[in-house]
């Protein structure tokens, strides 16, 4: 009596077919790996330009408007690690009445935009926002207008 068991090119065919099984999972689960790690940064960077604007709202409001300035920074705010956020170098507009936004300060009235990034360290996300700074007026200054 003869025993039938596999053949070597059938047991050569089940490993080779196991294998690339192997292979697509590992690639999938890289992928999910790489695509989280990804996401996360987006959303802290999200949260850091979020943040970065509304420390730099408080420190306009609190007396530092520079009117015609050029460019803003927040001596105190510390991103987070692996993070940064600053205003773009240039950014800085100024509202014409009755206009649009300029990049040339022909007479300040009071509103500028800028333009604020984050990113993070790998590159790998970034984003950014639009702020409208206004000079702050109290009862001490001339009226706003």
């Known amino acids: 009596m003869r025993e039938r068991g596999e053949s070597l090119l059938e047991l050569v065919v089940a490993v080779a077919l196991m294998g690339v ?50 460019s803003y920074s927040v001596p105190d705010f510390v991103a987070p690690q692996g993070f940064s956020a600053k205003v773009v170098a240039g950014s800085v507009q100024y509202w014409s009445i009755g206009l649009t936004w300029l990049p040339l300060c022909l007479l300040d009235n009071g509103l500028q935009r800028v333009r604020v990034l984050a990113t993070s360290a790998d590159g790998r996300a970034s984003e950014y926002v639009y702020v409208v700074l206004r000079r702050p007026c109290g009862v001490e200054d001339p009226p706003c207008g």
């Open 21 to 70: 099984a192997v292979v697509a999972v590992m690639s999938g689960l890289t992928t999910t790996v790489l695509m989280s790690d990804v996401q996360r940064k987006q959303a802290t960077v999200g949260v850091v330009v979020r943040d970065y604007a509304e420390a730099l709202q408080q420190y306009v409001a609190a007396g530092h408007y520079v009117a015609c300035g050029s």
